[in-house]
């Protein structure tokens, strides 16, 4: 029996021995879906959508769905149509959120080479990298003055620069503001006589950046709208249909939901091949 014991110790100790040349990863490990939320909520945020978090507008789309089925269905008394509208109300949120943060982060694309470059000033002027960013709430471009409003009650009230930092990246929500605030970050930490030449490179990128974008923006402009247009065509007819109670009662049966599955289907693959072929790709935020 003790040599069976010694014996079951032994095995154990080589066994912990050959388990400790393989190290696990102890990595965190990103959730299903959470890079998701994380756009989203830069979305809302760039949206310029006060006290409204990801989740909040998950559960508002889902609320507006069952209000539009309910009201869908006690209209055209067809359960496949109505879940369509359904479906279409629940999307309608997500749409206009990505289209207002869009349109926003294309005006500030336009005004980030003026920030840095008032930055730039300040510090050659001799203010503090603080200071410098809290000028800007008077001096700065007036889409972004509120941010840096922000960003200087924060600074006053606790004296802890990171921290701001940290809050005036959550309040943007872009990546070129991940890049100004990381640079400054690392100028106040370790210091350096380079911060000067970073922010004219920063600046003369986001400029040709922006020309660039814009240029190619206005050619492909008629390929979005186009797809748009051609995604909102059937389901506008559907809707002309859903007057005519004598109509719609071909898709009652199990052939017309059929057919609305397909139509929808192959709507929201075309829609999201063209939108892929001819929008340009946003850059992402890898300094959060």
Known sequence: MAGAAWGLMLGLGLASVWWSFWPRDRSPQPRPGHG?????????????????????????????SL????????????????????AMAGWAPFAV????????????????????????????????LPEALIQLAERGPEELRPQFVEFGHDYRATGRFSDALDRLKERLSDPVADRL????????????????????????????????????????????????LAMAAPWAV????????????AYSSPAGAAVL???????IVAYRLMVAIGRLPEEQRVLR
Not at 111 to 126: C, I, K, M, Q, T
Not at 184 to 211: K, M
Not at 238 to 249: E, I, K, P, V
């Open 238 to 249: 559907l809707l002309l249909l859903a007057t005519r109670g004598s109509t719609l009662a």
């Open 36 to 64: 998701r939320i994380e756009r989203l909520g830069d979305q809302i945020v760039l949206a310029g959508i006060r006290g409204t978090g990801p989740w909040t507008l998950i559960g508002f789309a889902v609320v507006l």
């Open 67 to 86: 209000i539009v089925l309910v009201l869908a269905y006690s209209v055209t008394r067809v359960l496949p149509v109505s879940l369509c509208f359904a």
């Open 261 to 267: 599955l397909v139509g929808a289907g192959l709507t």
């Open 97 to 128: 959120v990505a289209g207002r943060a869009r349109r926003r982060r294309s005006s500030l694309r336009e005004v980030w080479p003026d920030v840095v470059d008032h930055v730039h000033s300040a510090v050659r002027a001799g203010l503090a």
């Open 181 to 228: 605030v990381e640079a400054l970050r690392i100028a106040r930490d370790v210091g350096g006589t380079d911060l000067g030449r970073v922010l004219r490179t920063l600046s003369t990128f986001l400029r040709e950046d922006s020309r660039a974008r814009a240029e190619l923006e206005a050619r492909q402009s008629w390929t979005v709208n186009a797809a748009r």
